[in-house]
Nanobody
Framework: VQLVESGGGLVQAGGSLRLSCAAS????????MRWYRQAPGNERELVAS???????NYADSVKGRFTISRDTTRHMVYLQMNSLKPEDTAVYYC?????????WGKGTLVTVSS
């Protein structure tokens, strides 16, 4: 089982990006799916989460700007990021509880220029 993120890149402040994360391999079940981020010198922090039933939760710093969603049939999770700020610059990691085991992607870099 593996998770692969895509969609990161360089964007100007105020712009938008959409991150995608695809799960592959032998998948019996996927419960929580989450996006974390880690900026240089900082600890990894939870950005957004979505349960198998679609309940979402967001860090205060991204509420109203980011939207997490998932495609259960395709085993994918997305993060739509709008009104990006320089402080959103970080490596974004996908997390998923697959077959009751925690799995992490390798991350995708998002850089927001001022």
């Amino acid at each position: 089982v593996q998770l692969v993120e895509s969609g990161g890149g360089l964007v100007q402040a105020g712009g938008s990006l959409r991150l995608s994360c695809a799960a592959s391999g032998f998948i019996f079940s996927i419960n929580a799916m989450r996006w974390y981020r880690q900026a240089p010198g900082n600890e990894r922090e939870l950005v957004a989460s979505i349960t198998s039933s679609g309940i979402t939760n967001y860090a205060d710093s991204v509420k109203g700007r980011f939207t997490i969603s998932r495609d259960t049939t395709r085993h994918m999770v997305y993060l739509q990021m709008n009104s990006l700020k320089p402080e959103d610059t970080a490596v974004y990691y996908c997390y998923a509880a697959i077959n009751a085991i925690a799995n992490w992607g390798k991350g995708t870099l998002v850089t927001v220029s001022s």
